[in-house]
């Protein structure tokens, strides 16, 4: 009875045991499968990675050298700047000693001009408002009104100096005078070193103008405002009241 019991019992046991084998089975086919899926996912976030540290480097990279650039332009055009400046400085310490002759020659002049206080009047007048503008100018070099006002006030004084240069030629005493002869002298060789110093002074604005004008700079000037600079030409009155010759 027992045997007959236990044999009634065996199917069951087979059955149970197979279900817990095919249990087994599927449970190491889905780990399989999650082991798969994690070793294809571990390389495609892997790459991700490497991509994004890549962009980041490239873009690290990128900054920098726009960096440097903006750094190395916005000192190249301090640089431009301070130079003209400076050259300007070389026009201003002439124009002054200039300023301090014309009264000395004006004075000497009165003695032999007496007929003449007009012209000399004019001379002192025109000196006194380059002066004026000449000041102007130094407290900011390249600026467009205080150069523009400074190039017609020189233009106006170079005129009246030209003017009472002739009308001395009339009085041979007040030319053979040696004060006279000496403050003449001293003034042409000032003369001669404004010329200079005006020309490198315009060289330089000229530099400086150009690279702030060309592109990147311009977009570094434009941003920090690195303003145009204005150059410092003054007509010759020897050019410009030149006599009109015709062979008519």
């Known amino acids: 009875m027992a045997v007959c019991e236990h044999f009634q019992f065996f199917p069951e046991i087979i059955i149970a045991r197979t279900r817990d084998s095919v249990k087994l089975s599927v449970n190491l086919n889905e780990r399989k499968i999650m082991m798969t899926g994690i070793m294809l996912a571990e390389p495609a976030t892997l790459a991700l990675g490497a991509i994004a540290l890549i962009i980041f480097g490239v873009l690290v990279i990128v900054a920098i050298i726009v960096g440097v650039m903006i750094i190395g332009i916005y000192n190249k055009l ?3 700047r301070n130079r003209y400046k400076n050259a ?3 026009i201003d310490v002439q124009l002054k000693r200039r300023y301090d002759l014309i009264p000395n020659l ?3 002049a009165k003695g032999y001009m007496k007929h003449e206080s007009g012209t000399l009047e004019a001379v002192t007048a025109a000196r006194n408002i380059a002066y ?3 000041k102007a100018a130094a407290s900011n070099p390249g600026d467009a009104t205080a150069m523009k006002n400074l190039t017609a006030a020189e233009s106006g004084l170079g005129g009246t100096l030209s003017r009472l240069m002739m009308v001395s030629e009339a009085y041979p005493d007040l030319k053979s ?3 006279m002869m000496q403050l003449t002298e001293e003034l042409t060789s000032t003369e001669n070193k404004i010329s200079f110093a005006r020309q490198a002074y315009n060289d330089s604005v000229m530099a400086y103008n150009t690279d702030r ?3 990147p700079s311009n977009l ?4 920090f405002n690195f303003g145009p600079a204005e150059l410092f030409v003054v007509d010759k009155p020897e050019q410009k009241d030149a006599p009109k010759v015709s062979f008519s």
């Open 132 to 134: 004026a503008a000449a």
């Open 220 to 223: 570094i000037a434009n941003t």
């Open 88 to 90: 300007y400085a070389q």
């Open 106 to 108: 004006v004075e000497t």
């Open 213 to 215: 004008e060309v592109f």
């Open 78 to 80: 301090v640089t431009l």
């Open 177 to 179: 005078n040696q004060n």
